[in-house]
Structure formats: structure tokens, C-alpha cells
Nanobody, 125 residues
């Protein structure tokens, strides 16, 4: 059984930073990739960042490129999302997800195999 648990969401002012964490309980090593999604009120869910288990390569949505960094700590079985220079439009529920097989479905769209319950990020202007 795999469980993903997000943490780190809070309310901050524009220009600030946050680091989200996704703790994985279960078999991390069977994942092909992991990623972060977000969904703002009244908007569709979007993939914002992905990281590949083999090699650790990363990719980002254009809306967050240069501001967000995804990383993983294999020893602690945690995936992080460092978010800098936050903007009000970054306000959303942020979800961690895992994909068992390629191609990675975070930015390309598709079905992710496991999801966390989300952590709320609110950015005030």
C-alpha cells in the first residue's frame, strides 16, 4: 500500500517562499516519476513540476519555471517543491502524485497512479 502525505502549505505574502514536502509511505522505488499538481478555485488541475526516479531529471510548467524547484531526498523518501517569488496566482491546493510507468504523466497529462490529499497554499498581494 502506497500513501503520499503533503505538508508545508500556508499563507504568505507575494514575493515570499515556501517549501512543500511529500512523504511517501510504501515502495518509493517502483515509481517511474513523481510530481506536483495544483488546482485553484474554479480552475482545472495543472501539473507544475515532475522528477524522474531514475537519474533525477526534472521539468516544469512554463508558469513556474525559474521560480519552483522539485527535488527528492531518497534517504528520507520525500519529494520537495521549493517555491520562490510566489505570486497571488500561485494560490491553489497543491497535490503530490506518483506514476508507476512512463511517459511521465505530470506535465504531459494522463493518469497518475497515486495521489496525496493536498496542502493549501495562499498567496496574498
Amino acid at each position: 500500500q502506497v500513501q503520499l502525505v503533503e505538508s508545508g502549505g500556508e499563507s504568505v505574502q507575494a514575493g515570499g517562499s515556501l517549501r512543500l514536502s511529500c512523504a511517501v509511505y510504501g515502495d518509493l522505488y517502483s515509481f517511474y516519476c513523481m510530481g506536483w499538481f495544483r488546482q485553484a478555485p474554479g480552475k482545472e488541475r495543472e501539473g507544475v513540476a515532475e522528477i524522474y526516479r531514475g537519474g533525477g531529471s526534472t521539468d516544469y510548467a512554463d508558469s513556474v519555471k525559474g521560480r519552483f524547484t522539485i527535488s527528492q531526498d531518497n534517504a528520507e523518501i520525500t519529494v520537495y517543491l521549493q517555491m520562490n517569488n510566489l505570486k497571488p496566482e500561485d494560490t491553489a491546493m497543491y497535490y503530490c502524485a506518483a506514476d508507476l510507468s512512463g511517459p511521465c504523466a505530470v506535465l504531459a497529462g494522463g493518469v497518475m497512479n497515486y495521489w496525496g490529499k493536498g496542502t493549501l497554499v495562499t498567496i496574498s498581494s
